[in-house]
């Protein structure tokens, strides 16, 4: 199948070329697939090479990996040590470390310099209050300067951060933080959000009544005013900032020393407890930063993101590059639908980074953003989430940028990274994404195990990487670990995205593997029938399930309309006929039916086995974990519905 090539970078040396020469003439090594198959062939020496081009602040001793018996227990950098902050800290002047925004229109600069005091004051804060290092500091905070300077000063003394956002429900919140037992919590007053005022508060006596081992509150002022709150003991933020002596010393802490605990979405039961190590994150994101991203000093990086999702620890990462982030908190589209371009035209953003569904619904709306904003410094788009198509891989060359890379990235929070992502030195091909990371051994195996080319089938990483999981919290025998990803291939990662290698060496992924539908024997991935039904006009989104019917199943495709339009015949014959002229008549529902809202996480991913387990008659538990709960009474009465008599 011949795929429209978009985009090909500029004969200019990049950081991948300039890595490659570092390596030295002698590697035979002339193309990215060239450099790709000797990083996974020569882990030490590539790892050992990416700590040196990316300038690791550390002391890298012994052997750069040790063969484990098994993949977990596969161990990189076991005697070698860093401070994560000392890394995201080490500019000395008053150019901006970080850039902030709301929907507000509210808008703040931190200086390096600023950053780093305010950084050292809260450690002391962490210290005076007996903070010591694998203790837990949790937060429930929105995307500002303050959730930056919390987590890095929990960094800096070696203890353990986790965060949420904060539109998490209180029970969201306890349901991870219990798990944890944090020391101190940290939360803001309000927040907002697609200009209305959430108070942050008022759940929170639930919260501490339920977590035991919290011991000190700290209330950040959102927008720095003043507040004043009386149904429960808390330390001001600004009283911090103000009032206490600074903690300078960077203490060195293992290279696998635990720096945060991210969460599953906690949509299949109560979300796993996933442990990252400091120094694994650190080299990962900064290889996939300099090399992938081509990320330099000075440059200025954004990620819509909240702190919930592990984009924002990705983008925090950027720090040890040297590079300026910006932080934005609040709707994309508000106070306008090209809010975040205007901010990246006024602020020259380098790096642009979003989820897909952010670019389908630019393009859905035709809105043109090229139209108004020149974006003369962008050299990077970035999106992730969820798979991005090929019609939304050309409306951003078509209408917000023609020269600029694109790069459709995925991973996920249990890797706190990517497998496949963006190359500068090679083509963008429409709805494709262009390689596998570099030391990321990773393949496409079919049902049983076998290594499969231009067919689809399961993502897996057939070898150690430094940025998996340290261990799960509170797993005894690592026994949630191992069923999480090793269940299916016996000692290789089992990633669960359901994906094709192509014949541009790049990557199609076609959805989660366990929401993949089966049609009449034929097994096909959500994301390619999303792509036919929601180019239609009309059509918002969509979302698709399998329904067991006696010994067989039929496919059943949920639709969002525009504007809350009327679904009507006509549109639905239309929607079959798309379909079966795109795909296949095997890829046709059996039904469709009209829905207000389609269920998504709080980070806005849609959760198509939730709305399986509904279909199916299926109980489904931590309702919490979503986004918008209320919408899943539309399913459950369809499912009376289809089981009517």
Not at 253 to 263: E, G, Q, R, S, T
Not at 308 to 337: C, E, H, R, T, V
Not at 462 to 471: E, G
Request: glycine residues 6%; charged residues 25%.
């Amino acid at each position: 199948m011949n795929v429209k090539k978009l985009w090909s970078p500029a004969a200019t040396s990049n950081n991948i070329d300039k890595f490659k020469n570092q390596l030295g003439k002698n590697k035979n090594i002339s193309s990215y697939n060239d450099l790709h198959k000797w990083s996974v062939s020569n882990k030490e020496e590539f790892w050992d090479n990416v700590w040196d081009f990316t300038k690791i602040i550390g002391d890298k001793k012994g052997d750069i990996f040790k063969e484990g018996k098994n993949f977990i227990e596969s161990i990189f950098f076991n005697d070698s040590s860093l401070n994560y902050a000392e890394n995201c800290l080490q500019e000395k002047d008053n150019h901006e470390a970080i850039i902030f925004y709301n929907e507000q229109k509210q808008n703040k600069k931190i200086s390096w310099d600023q950053l780093k005091n305010d950084v050292f004051k809260i450690a002391y804060f962490y210290k005076s209050q007996n903070i010591n290092k694998n203790d837990r500091i949790a937060a429930v905070l929105p995307n500002i300067p303050e959730t930056v300077i919390s987590f890095l000063a929990c960094a800096q003394i070696g203890a353990i951060w986790s965060s949420c956002s904060s539109d998490f429900g209180p029970r969201a919140v306890i349901d991870r933080f219990k798990q944890i037992s944090p020391k101190i919590l940290i939360i803001t007053d309000h927040y907002f959000y697609n200009n209305k005022k959430i108070d942050t508060l008022k759940n929170i006596r639930s919260i501490i009544d339920e977590i035991p081992s919290i011991e000190k509150i700290v209330v950040v002022p959102y927008g720095n005013k003043e507040i004043l709150i009386t149904d429960f003991e808390y330390i001001n933020w600004n009283t911090i900032i103000k009032d206490t002596k600074k903690y300078e010393i960077f203490e060195k802490f293992p290279f696998n020393h635990p720096l945060y605990i991210l969460f599953s979405s906690g949509t299949t039961g109560v979300p796993k407890c996933i442990v990252h190590g400091a120094g694994g994150s650190l080299i990962q994101h900064k290889k996939e930063h300099q090399l992938h991203s081509n990320i330099i000093r000075k440059d200025k990086v954004f990620y819509f993101t909240t702190c919930g999702w592990m984009m924002w620890n990705w983008l925090i990462s950027s720090l040890a590059s040297k590079a300026s982030i910006i932080l934005y908190d609040g709707s994309p589209f508000f106070p306008s639908i090209d809010y975040l371009f205007q901010i990246a035209e006024k602020e020259e953003i380098t790096f642009f980074g979003t989820g897909a569904k952010y670019i389908d619904y630019l393009k859905q709306n035709q809105i043109n953003i090229n139209k108004k904003y020149k974006l003369k410094k962008l050299k990077t788009i970035a999106s992730t989430g969820s798979p991005l198509v090929q019609e939304s891989f050309q409306y951003v060359y078509e209408k917000i940028k023609a020269n600029v890379h694109l790069a459709s990235i995925s991973g996920g929070t249990d890797i706190v990274s990517c497998f496949v992502l963006g190359n500068p030195s090679a083509s963008v091909y429409a709805g494709e994404i262009q390689c596998a990371g570099l030391g990321m051994n990773i393949d496409i195996f079919d049902e049983n195990g076998k290594s499969i080319d231009n067919e689809k089938g399961e993502l897996v990483c057939k070898s150690p990487f430094p940025s998996k999981p340290i261990y799960f919290w509170n797993d005894k025998n690592n026994k949630k670990y191992l069923e999480t990803y090793f269940d299916k291939y016996k000692d290789i990662w089992h990633h669960g995205d359901y994906c094709e290698k192509t014949q541009n060496e790049g990557y199609v992924i076609y959805g989660r593997s366990d929401a993949t539908l089966n049609a009449g024997g034929v097994r096909f991935g959500t994301a390619e029938l999303y792509r036919v039904v929601e180019n239609l006009n009309d059509i918002m989104e969509c979302v698709a399930v399998e329904h067991n019917i006696q010994t067989d199943t039929e496919v059943i495709l949920f639709i969002k309309m525009k504007n809350k339009m009327q679904f009507d015949e006509t549109l639905k014959q239309t929607i079959r006929f798309e379909i079966k002229s795109n795909l296949s008549p095997k890829h046709v529902p059996s039904k469709i039916f009209q829905v207000n809202d389609i269920p998504k996480t709080k980070s806005g991913k849609i959760v198509e086995l939730t709305i399986k387990s509904i279909i199916n008659g299926k109980d489904v538990k931590n309702k919490n974990a979503l986004a918008n709960p209320d919408c899943l009474k539309e399913y459950q009465n369809i499912y009376q519905e289809l089981n009517k008599g």
